[in-house]
C-alpha cells in the first residue's frame, strides 16, 4: 500500500491555550473552512463529470463537509455567537501564490493544497480534541479528527491518479516542504489555519 505524505511542522500545544481565549473565533473560521470545502468540492465534481470515481469521492467529501458546518455553526449560535463576514484565508493564499512559480497542472495544485488543508485542520483538531479545557469543544474535535484523516487521503490519492508516479510524489514532496514554511512563518490569529508567531 501506498504510504501518505506527512506534515513538516508540529503545531506546538501551546497553540491550542492561546486559540482557547477566542473560541467563538475558532468556530466561526472553522465554520467557514467546512462551507468552503464542501462547495469546492461541488464546483470540482461539476467539472470533473467524465470521472465517476471522482464524481462519488467529492458529493461524499461535500456532503460530509455541509454536516460538519451544520455542526459547527449550532455549537456557535448555542454559545451566543455568530457566523463572522467572510475572509480570505492566508494560509490558502500563501500557499497558492508561493508555489505558482514552479506549478505545471494547476488542478494537481488544487488537490494538493485541499490535501493540506484536510492534513493541517485534522493536525489541530488532534491537538484540540486533547488539550482544549473546554469538555464541549474537546469532543467537537474528536468526533471530527478521523473523518478529516480520509479527506486528506483522498486528495493525495487524487493526485496520484492524476499524475505519472515519480512526477505525482515529487510534486507532493514540494508542497509539503512548502506548507511546513509558510505555516511556521505565518502570524498566529484566532483561526484554524493560523501561525504560531
Ligand atoms: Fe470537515
Ligand atoms: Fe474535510
Redesign the pocket.
Known amino acids: 500500500m501506498m504510504s501518505y505524505p506527512e506534515l513538516r511542522y508540529a503545531t506546538p500545544p501551546e497553540w491550542v491555550a492561546r486559540i482557547e481565549e477566542r473560541p467563538l473565533e475558532l468556530l466561526s473560521d472553522h465554520a467557514h473552512n ?1 462551507l468552503k ?1 464542501a462547495a469546492t468540492a461541488q464546483a470540482w465534481l461539476l467539472k470533473n463529470t467524465d470521472k465517476p470515481r471522482l464524481v462519488l469521492e467529492l458529493s461524499k ?1 461535500a456532503s ?2 455541509v454536516e ?1 458546518f451544520d455542526r459547527v455553526i449550532r455549537l456557535l449560535y448555542s454559545r451566543g455567537g455568530e457566523l463572522q463576514p467572510i475572509d480570505n484565508n492566508p494560509y490558502a493564499a500563501e500557499l497558492l501564490s508561493r508555489s505558482a512559480g514552479t506549478r505545471k497542472d494547476p488542478f494537481v495544485d488544487r488537490l494538493l493544497v485541499a490535501a493540506l ?2 492534513a493541517r ?2 493536525e489541530r483538531f488532534v491537538l484540540l480534541g486533547e488539550y482544549l479545557r473546554d469538555p464541549e469543544l474537546r469532543q467537537l474535535y474528536r468526533d471530527l479528527t478521523p ?2 484523516m ?3 487521503d483522498l486528495f493525495v490519492d487524487l493526485v496520484r491518479e492524476s499524475l505519472p508516479a515519480g512526477e505525482a510524489d515529487s510534486r507532493i514532496e514540494q508542497l509539503f516542504d512548502l506548507e511546513g514554511q509558510v505555516v511556521a512563518e505565518l502570524p498566529f490569529a484566532y483561526r484554524m489555519h493560523s501561525g504560531i508567531n
Open positions: 467546512e470545502a467529501l460530509e463537509e460538519h488543508i484536510e485542520s485534522c473523518c478529516e480520509e479527506h486528506k
